[in-house]
């Protein structure tokens, strides 16, 4: 299995904390956001990434849907509870991504969100474009949720956005105890 972790985010929110510091490489408690996705990752088998310029999910879990729904792919989905700040993911009954939202702040109330983990079947790697800039959120994602092929797997647990200041200081104290 090959994982993915976004890691992609300038983390221009953060900067009065970090400076011109990569969002994936912010602090928390005292090692890099990115170096915690790794070692996770390694500690529940997966030998592979890529990190592509993601938390609490059991990366063979997300597997299995992909491989019993027969889709390409499959993205770990975490309840948020208010998510006007945040892009959302539309699931349809069978558990299929029906289309990702973009960040609306007049939304109001929870929804489902990218947790920023996916399983890919290997056939996905010949689909990618050979671009030097390429956005799996942006363009990947959408394409194979308006194709019926992407696998929506909700998870329970605590999501970790570190994308603002609130948050980064929301995990900063979850990662500190």
């Known amino acids: 299995m090959i994982a993915f972790i976004l890691a992609g985010g300038l983390g221009t929110r953060l900067r009065p904390r970090f400076g011109d510091l990569p969002k994936s490489l912010a602090p928390l408690g005292g090692r890099p956001f990115l170096a915690r996705q790794l070692e996770w990752l390694a500690a529940h088998g997966v030998r592979r ?18 491989w019993e729904r027969g889709a390409l792919g499959a993205v770990a989905l975490y309840r948020v509870e208010d998510a006007a700040s ?20 007049s939304h ?28 799996l959120e942006r363009e990947l994602l959408p394409a194979l949720a308006a194709e019926g092929r992407l696998a929506g797997v909700t998870l329970a647990g605590a999501f970790y956005d570190i994308g603002t200041p609130e948050e980064w200081e929301r995990a ?6």
């Open 108 to 135: 109001r109330g929870p929804a489902w969100v990218n947790g920023g983990l996916y399983a890919f079947a290997p056939w996905l790697w010949r689909r990618l474009p050979a671009a030097p800039t390429f956005s």
């Open 172 to 177: 900063e104290r979850r990662f500190s105890a």
């Open 86 to 105: 945040r892009g959302r993911v539309n699931c349809g009954a069978d558990g299929r991504v029906v289309r990702f939202v973009e960040k609306d702040a």
């Open 49 to 66: 990434a890529v990190v592509c310029a993601g938390y609490d999910c059991d990366p063979w879990l997300l597997e299995r849907a992909r």
